[in-house]
């Protein structure tokens, strides 16, 4: 019989009690002891995944994980999500609203292939839905509700179950109330001493709603001022975390300073900058186990810096499965991602007549804006001997396009890390991309005095500098075949592993632990 949720709720409280580090209480210092993290973030590869911000959360923890911390992932229960093989735990968690009690169910699993526990916040009402935010383009109308909800419950769910963390780090928008409720609801409680870690994986994003919503918070109007909510004159999620953060970090030391600029900080660049001691920038590392060409089961062939023979039969599969011409000579240009004004690919639609007058195949694969969607489609029908159009989300056809490409563009307008260039590399398949974000920091320009680099990059997003680079990537291909197998080998032998991101987050934790406890983490 499951337990009454006043009845988990209490008993777990004193266990919580119980479990809680020495230090918590007394401030002392003495003694070693893992530190311990909470994940909260809306996405998990892979589980749900809209974006690079599900693949950080499957894998980051994992690496921590390896590193002695001791860390936990919760997320909302989504449909579609193998519910039935996560364990239901006893009892309702009691999740405080402005509306009054609302009930939440918990799911016990792991990340897969590592014994991380990941909590899944169970509510039919605001998670079992088509899509996590809302269909293309739209938000569902309740997500301020269905958000502060999720994050309400994940502090509920650290004393119900007894993890009373060092670090509460919270990643995007949709956990932006966290840290927030850490410093006000929590206040003098255990949950209060958690220092709290807010990351941004997209600026792009804020959570933002009309000032009347502030209410759905949870929290009184006193806390809508330009200090907090405010921002203006709507309520601003992502504005109120920076505020309340012990400690800031966006994905990439290039994003780090270009959110701080107005050119890239979406109205948020002030506040940034004004954090600017307490905002790092550290770069994604990729899962190198999901995306090795040397075991990827996905591939037709498989291969690596010493074998690249299976590289051209993943190409020629690829060419096959698209129902390209078979033509090993022929530069394939591979290109996956959201088709939002994001990542740029409007500009790509603007040089693709050009381009395609060129010996070349294309490729796309993504989801987006219909418009996008549309131009594309069309454009494959137009031109399919050259140009193929894939619209959907399919990750298996993800990795054989990296694989089976020898080219991958990414014309972004800003990329706060950007994981396919990343992925590219791996595949010994060179990136073409926009110098900005992480994708200046991941990619090093061609130099074709030296033959040295990993790709080829641009400064200005405009249609004639886009099909310029082209262009050099394709006489380079063509007529210095042995720098561009450089270029492939020495992208292929960067070290993007989320082990060295792992070390910078737990550098970030102690800093942040240092900063809310007022001494050294012990440990
Ligand atoms: P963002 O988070 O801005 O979408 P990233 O490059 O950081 O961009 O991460 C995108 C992730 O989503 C990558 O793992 C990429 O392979 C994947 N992805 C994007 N669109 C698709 C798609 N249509 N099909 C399969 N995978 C996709």
């Known amino acids: 019989m499951p337990r009454s949720a006043e009845a988990m709720v209490s008993d777990e409280l004193s266990e919580a009690t119980q479990h809680m580090p020495a230090d918590h209480d007394s401030g002392s210092v003495s003694g070693s002891r893992p530190m311990s993290v909470l994940f909260v973030a809306s996405e998990v590869a892979p589980y749900r995944k809209t974006g690079g911000l599900a693949d950080v959360i499957g894998a980051l923890p994992r690496a921590l994980k390896a590193r002695g911390v001791d860390v936990r992932v919760v997320t909302p229960l989504y449909a579609g999500m193998a519910w039935d093989q996560q364990e239901r735990l006893d009892g309702l968690l009691a999740v405080p609203m402005y509306s009054g009690l609302m009930r939440a169910g918990v799911r016990l699993g792991h990340l897969p292939g590592s014994d991380v526990p990941i909590y899944f916040i169970e509510h039919h009402r605001f998670f079992d839905r088509p899509f996590l ?26 004393k119900a179950v007894g993890f009373i963390p060092d670090i509460l780090h919270a990643h995007d928008w949709q956990a932006a109330l966290v840290p927030v409720y850490s410093n006000t609801v929590e206040w003098g409680q255990p949950l209060h001493g958690a220092a709290s870690v807010f990351t941004i994986h997209n600026l792009a994003y804020q959570g933002v709603h009309e000032a009347g919503a502030m209410f759905i918070t949870g929290l009184g109007q006193e806390h809508f001022n330009s200090q907090e909510f405010e921002h203006f004159g709507d309520v601003n999620l992502m504005k109120a975390a920076l505020r309340h953060s012990t400690m800031l970090s966006t994905v990439s030391p290039t994003y780090c300073s270009e959110i701080q600029m107005p050119e890239f900080g979406f109205g948020l660049d002030g506040v940034l900058s004004s954090r600017h001691g307490d905002l790092w920038g550290i770069l994604n590392g990729i899962d190198t186990t999901e995306w090795n060409p040397e075991t990827d089961a996905h591939l037709a062939a498989r291969y690596g810096v010493t074998s690249m023979a299976g590289k051209a039969e993943c190409k020629a599969a690829l060419q096959r499965e698209l129902g390209l011409p078979v033509a090993p000579n022929v530069p394939l240009f591979g290109i996956i991602g959201r088709l939002t004004h994001q990542k ?11 381009l395609l007058d060129w010996n070349i195949q294309m490729v796309l694969l993504g989801t987006g804006d219909a418009d996008a969607e549309a131009f594309f489609a069309d454009c494959a029908r137009q031109r399919g001997d050259r140009f193929r159009a894939v619209i959907g989300f399919d990750n298996a056809l993800a990795h054989r396009i990296e694989a089976g490409s020898d080219l991958f563009v990414m014309p972004s307008r800003f990329e706060p890390c950007g994981l396919n260039q990343m992925y590219s590399l791996r595949y010994g398949t060179v990136p073409i991309v926009r110098k900005t974000g992480g994708l200046a920091d991941t990619v090093l320009n061609y130099d074709e005095s030296r033959g040295t680099g990993t790709g080829f990059c641009f400064d200005d997003l405009t249609p004639d500098s886009l099909t310029n680079t082209i262009g050099w990537a394709l006489s380079t291909y063509h ?18 592993s989320w082990d060295r991101a792992a070390a910078a987050y737990q550098s970030l934790y102690r800093e942040a632990y240092r900063r809310r406890r007022g001494h050294e983490f012990p440990g």
């Open 479 to 496: 007529d210095r075949p042995e720098h561009f197998r450089n270029l492939q080998l020495q992208g292929m032998q960067q070290d993007f």
């Open 133 to 158: 935010y809302g269909p293309p383009g739209d938000a569902y109308l309740d997500n301020l509700e269905r958000f502060a909800f999720f994050s309400r419950a994940s502090m509920e769910l650290c």
């Open 344 to 354: 740029g690919f409007d500009v790509l639609a603007q040089c693709l007549p050009r």
